[in-house]
């Protein structure tokens, strides 16, 4: 698989090259995209105001023009948390989009989101104050009326970016299961 994998709020991390580098060694190709230029931060307040300053749209501006080059072959979007929500906004505008990874977040949908029977899976945190559990209903039922076929993991007692090792969030045994199901899914898309 070719994937486009968008780091969370805190920029372009350790942890976000970590991911990268493990789904390498699974076999995929994988580009990581620093939106940030650079600036990166271990503050949930820190960076809010970094996304802030550079602006939603600009964000996805950047985002669309590093899966441009590559997505006339089909990508899989993914991404943590904000890179998440950016990743869905990728893949539900993609029609070659092969599927959506979202670690930790999610992204509005518009009433006339469509896709074909796009692979999504989402894991997250349980309780998560970022991603409500009503939320997640109405994100969901958005999912499937768009026509995606959506999984969700939840992970009790993890914090909001339980795969980042350099955060408070970190938990151990809830990112392992992550990657673990994580993997199986994007096989999953190979044999599709």
Do not use: C
């Not at 980042?164 to 199986?184: F, N, Q």
């Amino acid at each position: 698989m070719n994937i486009v994998l968008l780091h969370s709020s805190y920029g372009l991390r350790p942890a976000v090259h970590a991911a990268a580098d493990r789904l390498r060694a699974a076999g995929h190709e994988v580009r990581v995209p620093d939106l940030y230029d650079g600036q990166t931060t271990d503050s949930g307040d820190e960076g809010r105001e970094i996304t802030e300053r550079i602006g939603h749209e600009e964000l996805l501006r950047r985002a669309v023009a590093a899966a441009a080059p590559y997505s006339e072959d089909g990508l899989v979007y993914a991404g943590f948390s904000l890179g998440g929500a950016i990743a869905q906004n990728l893949a539900l505008g993609d029609e070659k989009a092969r599927g959506l990874l979202l670690l930790h977040g999610t992204s509005d949908l518009p009433e006339d989101a469509h896709t074909d029977g796009l692979p999504v899976q989402l894991h997250v945190a349980d309780p998560d104050p970022a991603e409500s559990d009503d939320w997640l209903n109405t994100w969901y039922l958005g999912m499937q009326r768009a026509g995606a076929d959506v999984e969700i993991h939840r992970y009790a007692g993890a914090g909001h970016l339980y795969t980042d090792p350099g955060l408070d969030d970190w938990d151990e045994a809830a990112a392992e299961r992550t990657w673990r199901i994580a993997l199986a899914f994007l096989d999953s898309l190979d044999e599709g």
